[in-house]
């Protein structure tokens, strides 16, 4: 079962150690855009060092960042910081169809970005299987018999992703073959197994976030059902449709291999199921269904039914909360052939494998920030038998949960556990027995201790029309006495959530520095029903403001925490909202450090991505018509720039497909011109945020020395 969607990726999900790094250091998550009118594009200027030779021991940017206005920084710091950065987890990313044995992503010591490795037995030792400046998060073996690996990987943060092929047995990254052509962002989406075919979803790209266009066809989304032996051949690619727009992704197999699903996301709190046949390419809507016009709802697939009857969806069409859901395709939905799951959990129903005849469903449940394993029964006729019991396992219970998938050939369970101790860890999981291995050890530097790390709470506060608005909270611990500042750490998305679990380089500031972390979860955000996420849509954008402002409010209230010295941090739509504190708020905080963040919500839209675009209008609203555009530059961070009174930290990536370099350029040029101090970060090798690690070390050696200035006086 596919994840549901964060917007920039649909099929695939993000570690929270890793949002959060991005978020907060700030960089993450997912978008938007100049003041009076329209902005011109910012002209690619040189950069210039700081003007004054900086002394022996201040620490020396990476080469393709570029950074202005940042005082010197004291290299001592550097090893400090690195020792939490070298704190690295695991990510499961597929068992061998056959053997014990699995696939996981990994950052090794001394790598600058995340790569694949093979690991054979639980605990074994990793075999790296790719290496390189661009990490590889996302692959598949070949279902069978395991004959090759397919991964996904793009250049230097542009997001246009090429598939590729890679013999596991030479392991040789440079003899990795491309399957698909290049010029297109390309998804691996599945396969059909009998037939040794790899289902790729692909999208045009116009180019336009790097300041060019040239769309080669309409904005269509391909599935081409390609032979990974033979994909430069003509009998080795056959499209097997043109469906129409972007927002496509998953494809599960029905069991016969005569039908596709998919998922066509729209916004939120919208999204469609629809099935493809193989032969013709004929695409039909299945839900909602034809007749069924009034219903606006989001509709995920999540696999077939054993026999093929019928599809397992994630929907929040009966309340709320999204539901598992299972629909009979050949009954007629106003005949009462949908039938919920998991009505009894009053939670979105998220992550999930439902493809393993004879076991149960495993799924998880996001329980008010926490992701919770589920086992559901298979058999949806047997109604009150709902769960199944889990195991007693410590680790299962107090940590969150991710990325659960059964071996085929074994029935074991990998899950991926992680917590505010302790980034993710890979277990697998008999859920007959109950018997659970551990395959992978955190890597932490000696003499690092993870467990003076305190446990997070989930706190409220009512906001300005009563409504309750919930965040986490990570306190130092109590050696720090005083009321301590607090970086206010605001998510992207804008329907991500922020959750329980790992605060990757951050813990330097909380147990290092005595910096309390509060991350709100503002309207907009998702794990809170579906009306709560579209509060913040269109014309109610700063209402989700308005939240933020209730946070520092609510902070002033703590006994622990210091109302006065805040600092809003946050990427991509966190870094919007890190700009509109500036903007806004400049009078309640302390500084704003903003990552790859929206400062023009128009030529944001103009400038994003062709394939996001539409996506991201049903968000924040159509930039082409007349009122609206309007509306959206009023509350423009870069349209009430003469506001902005305190210290602002600027990060962007120049390669961003999602908020184009631009968003940042801008906003920076601005207060220059106006003499404002501004300190400036731009790396020629990024996108989206800082994945490498060169570039993120800096980058938190910079916000440490911001804080420094602003709050750790």
Known sequence: MPSCPCLARPARRRNRAVALVLALLCAAATLAACGAATVAQAPATPRQANATTPPQAALAPPTALHVEGVPPLDAALLPALRRYSEVAGHQFVDWHPLLREMLVAHRAAGQSTTQLYRLRRPLGALE?????????????????????????????????????????????????????????????AGFIESKGLALILSVPLDRTAAGSGSRTRPLTTRLTAVDPLAPHVPAGRRVIADLPGTGWFGAEVSP???????????????SEAWVVDVASGAARRVLPAAADTATRAAHFVAGWTDDGRGLYTVSDRAGEFRELMQIDLAGDLAGG???????????????????????????????????????????????????????????????????????????????VTSSARGPGQVW????????????????????????????????????????????VLSLPPARFTGR?????????????QAKLGWNGRLNYLLLERGVAILEPNVRGSSGYGKTFVDLDNGRAREDSVKDMSGAIDWAATHPRLDGGKVVVSGGSYGGYMALAAATRLSDRIAGAASSVGISNFV??????????????????????????????????????ADKVSKPLLVMQGRNDPRVPWTESEQIVRRLQQRGVPVWYLLADNEGHGFARRE??????ATLVRFLEETVLR
Do not use: C
Not at 256 to 270: C, M, P, S, V, W
Not at 341 to 363: F, R, Y
Not at 380 to 409: D, K, M, N, Q, Y
Not at 484 to 496: C, I, N, Q, S, Y
């Open 128 to 188: 790296p299987l790719t290496d390189g400046a661009d990490p590889v998060t996302t692959a598949r073996w070949e279902p069978r018999r395991g004959r090759f690996i397919l991964f996904e990987r793009a250049s230097r943060g542009d997001e246009a992703y090429q598939i590729y092929r890679l013999d596991p047995e030479t392991a040789d990254t440079r003899a990795a073959v491309p399957i698909m052509p290049n010029g297109e962002r390309h998804g691996l």
């Open 603 to 640: 030529t944001f839209l103009e400038r994003t991505e062709s394939y996001r675009r539409d996506l991201r209008r049903a968000e924040y609203g159509d930039e082409r018509d007349p009122a609206m555009r309007e509306f959206l530059l009023s509350i423009s961070p870069l349209t009430h």
């Open 256 to 270: 016969d291999e005569t039908q596709i699903a998919l998922t066509r996301y729209f916004a939120a709190t919208h």
């Open 695 to 700: 570039n993120a070390d800096f980058a938190l």
């Open 484 to 496: 301590r500042p607090v970086l206010l750490a605001m998510h992207g998305g804008p329907e991500a």
């Open 337 to 415: 052939q949908l039938t919920r799951l998991t009505p009894h959990i009053a939670w979105d129903v998220n992550e999930g494998d439902l493809g393993m005849a004879g076991a149960p469903l495993a799924m998880v449940a996001n329980v008010d920030g926490r992701d919770e394993l589920r086992l559901i029964e298979r058999d949806a006729a047997r109604a009150g038998r709902r769960e199944r019991t889990l195991p007693a396992w410590p680790s299962l219970a107090g940590s969150s949960v991710g990325r659960v998938r059964f071996h085929r050939a074994s029935g074991e369970l990998a899950l």
């Open 428 to 471: 697998s999981l008999d859920v007959a027995s109950g018997r659970h291995e551990a395959w992978t050890q955190v890597s932490v530097p000696a003499g690092l201790d993870l467990s003076q790390a305190p446990e997070q709470q989930i706190v409220r506060w009512k906001s300005f029309d009563g409504r309750t608005i919930s965040g």
